[in-house]
Nanobody, 127 residues
Framework: VQLQASGGGLVQPGGSLRLSCAAS????????MGWFRQAPGKEREFVAA???????????YYADSVKGRFTIFRDNSNNTVYLRMNSLKPEDTAVYYC??????????????????WGQGTQVTVSS
């Protein structure tokens, strides 16, 4: 099983990026998937998550710090989860990691519950 994260980069404050996380090796349509981030000297923190999906129906959850600016969505046809980030701020600078399979738990904010992780993609917000 592999999660491949991509889409990071350098962007000015107020700009946008879209991160992608493509899963291979198994399907995750019946598992939660999420994004976390880790800035230098800080612990890994929850950003957003999507519940398992029944067809095209799923639920999205966000950290308060990104609510209204970030959107997470999944495409089960290609086993991928996305994170659309708008109105980026310097404090959003971090390595962003995707994760999958919380083992049925809905406590998506806890990174220890996720079984699979991508390699991380750097997002830098700076002028």
């Amino acid at each position: 099983v592999q999660l491949q994260a991509s889409g990071g980069g350098l962007v000015q404050p107020g700009g946008s990026l879209r991160l992608s996380c493509a899963a291979s090796g198994r399907t995750f349509s019946r598992d939660a998937m999420g994004w976390f981030r880790q800035a230098p000297g800080k612990e890994r923190e929850f950003v957003a998550a999507v519940s398992w999906s029944a067809g095209s129906v799923y639920y999205a959850y966000y950290a308060d710090s990104v609510k209204g600016r970030f959107t997470i969505f999944r495409d089960n046809s290609n086993n991928t989860v996305y994170l659309r980030m708008n109105s980026l701020k310097p404090e959003d600078t971090a390595v962003y990691y995707c994760a999958a399979d919380s083992g049925g738990s809905t406590n998506y904010k806890n990174p220890a519950l996720f079984a699979y992780w991508g390699q991380g993609t750097q997002v830098t917000v700076s002028s």
